[in-house]
């Protein structure tokens, strides 16, 4: 069974601070996606990442796929309250099936 | 601008009452997932269906849960008879899929289901 573990699993952060959080799974994955949900909400995609080693970013948000293809981490700088939300990690399988990690709390304090 | 509609949106039942969620995915797309989301659980994918055709069930509980794709703009998901710990979100997320491409899963806004 492919499994994806977040940390920290919750984050309570200042306006302005840098952040980041993790993602890991001790499968490889032929890609990997980022969410956010927001209360009420579904999860919404903000990037997919394919090849190990591969950089992404998007405007504050950088993303990075782990060279082995099993973790992953998102960097945010200069966290901003807009920023708060479920943090959502997901894998797709060899069988195309899309799993999802816990998730990581972020609230950013203004 | 293309959604995945979901209804209802809220529903509380009895417990022992037959309930069903119903999914219009994106036009175009090929793929279907039905996921749970619980504080304790998180995410869980139910099923998902390919082109209608049921690929994976083995998450859902066989005795009471049913999934269906009567046609391309219609996903049920049915839970009969219904439980106090059935009580949840459930999304429906559709994509497309292509084999060996990634798959990006565009999520409804999620039933909340309260049985009590």
């Known amino acids: 069974t492919q499994l994806l573990e977040q940390s920290p699993q919750f984050l309570s952060i200042q306006e302005g601070e840098n952040l980041t959080v993790y993602c890991n799974s001790s499968?490889?994955?032929?890609?990997l996606q980022w969410y956010r949900q927001e209360p009420g909400e579904g999860p919404v995609l903000l990037v997919t990442?394919?090849?190990?080693?591969e950089v992404k970013k998007l405007k504050r948000l950088t993303f990075q796929f782990g060279d082995a293809r099993k973790d992953s981490s998102l960097h945010i700088t200069a966290a901003q309250p807009g920023d708060t939300g479920l943090y959502l990690c997901?894998?797709?399988?060899?069988?195309?099936?899309?799993?999802f990690g816990p998730g990581t709390s972020l609230s950013v304090i203004p | 601008d293309a959604r995945v509609t979901q209804t209802p949106r809220h529903k509380v039942t009895e417990m022992g009452q037959e309930v069903t969620m119903r999914c219009q995915p994106i036009?175009?797309?090929?793929?279907v997932f039905w996921y749970r989301q619980t504080m304790m659980q998180g995410l869980e994918l139910l099923a998902y269906?390919?082109?209608?055709?049921?690929?994976?069930d083995s998450g859902m509980p066989k005795d009471r849960f049913s999934a269906e794709m009567p046609d391309a703009t219609l996903a049920t998901l049915k839970i009969q008879p219904s439980e106090p710990r059935d009580s949840a979100v459930y999304f429906c997320?559709?994509?497309?899929?292509?084999?060996?491409?990634?798959?990006?899963?565009?999520f409804g806004q999620g039933t909340r289901l309260t049985v009590v």
């Open positions: 997320a559709s994509g497309l899929v292509w084999t060996g491409m990634n798959t990006e899963a565009f």
């Open positions: 499968s490889v994955f032929s890609s």
């Open positions: 990442v394919v090849t190990g080693g």
């Open positions: 997901a894998g797709t399988t060899s069988y195309d099936k899309v799993i």
């Open positions: 036009l175009g797309h090929n793929t």
């Open positions: 269906f390919r082109n209608r055709a049921p690929l994976d």
